[in-house]
């Protein structure tokens, strides 16, 4: 069957693979990643699928977006982080570019719906070792953390 969606929607119960978000390779924010705080726990995973090169969001992507910002909006305690991938297609350099643009473009679409920037961390990972080509591997990771309890 052919998949005429340029991109798909995903909500997922499952945790992240503890491997895509323990060592960032690019982030454009200043805070540490939610997964990388003591004590945060995910409460919710999103996923946003891209076809071929592209980092634009079709209406359904879009649409998904809102449930991920209502959270944010809703519990203003969360943060979310947003890790952007790609297949092993392209150079290394190329696959950090291309999984950054999809990232800026998952934030940009989230801070538009009104979550403010702070509240996010945009990683970009490029393929990793574990990655293989397909849809799959061409994705946005949006995960929504609840910060942990404070350490003494």
């Known amino acids: 069957m052919k998949h005429s969606l340029a991109f798909r929607f995903a909500v997922m119960a499952l945790p992240l693979l503890a491997a895509a978000c323990t ?23 999103f996923l946003v699928f891209f076809q071929g090169w592209s980092a634009d969001l079709d209406s359904e992507a879009r649409q998904g977006l809102e449930e991920a910002a209502d959270l944010a909006k809703r519990y203003p305690n969360v943060q979310i982080q947003v890790v952007g991938f790609a297949d092993p297609a392209g150079s290394p350099q190329a696959n950090v570019d ?54 003494r």
């Open 98 to 151: 291309v999984s950054r643009q999809r990232a800026r473009a998952v934030t940009d679409a989230l801070i538009a719906r009104g979550v403010a920037r702070n509240r996010i961390v945009t990683i970009a990972r490029g393929a990793t070792n574990f990655e293989q080509s397909g849809l799959e591997s061409r994705r946005v990771e949006v995960s929504v953390w609840r910060p942990g309890m404070p350490t």
């Open 23 to 45: 060592q960032p390779s690019v982030a454009t924010a200043p805070q540490t990643p939610p997964s990388q705080q003591p004590g945060a726990t995910q409460d919710r995973a």
